[in-house]
């Protein structure tokens, strides 16, 4: 079946401008989780939502950063007033309720701020 | 604070010799654990992980893990090594409590020469 997609697989940005990235979890998948891959930091938790709500937003290093999630499937992750050690790989992991931890994880979004 | 800590940053190893990955963490209670493998320019995929029972687990491309509850370890193994194993490998535990999300290590670069 389909896995975790991820879109825009690229995008490069102006500092200061703003910009949306989209997962689109497997189906019936009802957890959605987002991190970021960086060279300084590795692989960083960043928010994580069960159905629609974010139970835990505790990874979001600003509030530059937001994230929602709609019909309890894609999620968009925006941040706002891109700065460039916003730059990194965005994955979207998804996870179905009950099936202990495992995630799946998507290609990721590569953001170059420049 | 819970953390994962992974020694080797590289590694390198001769096609066909057995490889360790090391991996420690630190958390008051047994949580999941995960090994994920990662190509350059690719996303995350699952090697295996362990949850409860048998604490010598069995993954794909021929890995296994043993989880020591004693010494709070989930070392990554593997008895010969092709050259196709040549990536980045990240070992990550998820708490339950915290809605499953994972906490990755530092990662652990393998190079294999031939």
């Known amino acids: 079946g389909a896995g975790v997609s991820q879109s825009p697989s690229n995008k490069v940005t102006e500092k200061g401008k703003d910009v949306e990235l989209r997962c689109d979890p497997i189906s019936g998948h009802t957890a959605l989780y987002w991190y970021r891959q960086s060279l300084g930091q590795g692989l960083e938790f960043l928010i994580y939502?069960?159905?629609?709500?974010?139970?835990?937003k505790s990874g979001l290093p600003s509030d530059r950063f937001s994230a929602e999630r709609t019909g309890g499937s894609v999620s968009t992750l925006t941040i706002q007033r891109t700065q460039q050690e916003d730059s990194a790989v965005y994955l979207c992991?998804?996870?179905?309720?009950?099936?202990?931890?495992?995630?799946?994880f998507g290609p990721g979004t590569r953001l170059t701020v420049t | 604070a819970q953390s994962v800590t992974q020694p080797d940053i590289h590694i390198t190893v001769s096609e066909g010799a057995s490889l360790e990955l090391r991996c420690n963490y630190s958390y008051g209670a047994t949580p999941y654990l995960f090994w994920y493998v990662q190509s350059p320019g690719q996303g995350l995929q699952l090697l295996l992980k362990y949850f409860s029972g048998d604490t010598l687990v069995q993954g794909i491309k021929g890995f296994e893990a043993e989880f020591k509850r004693s010494q709070s370890s989930f070392n990554l193994r593997k008895p010969s090594v092709h050259w196709s194993d040549a990536a980045e490998y990240f070992c990550?535990?998820?708490?339950?409590?915290?809605?499953?999300?994972?906490?990755f290590g530092a990662g652990t670069i393998l190079r294999v020469k031939s």
């Open positions: 992991a998804s996870r179905r309720t009950g099936d202990g931890g495992e995630q799946y």
């Open positions: 939502f069960q159905g629609n709500s974010a139970p835990d």
């Open positions: 990550a535990v998820g708490f339950m409590e915290y809605g499953n999300k994972l906490v």
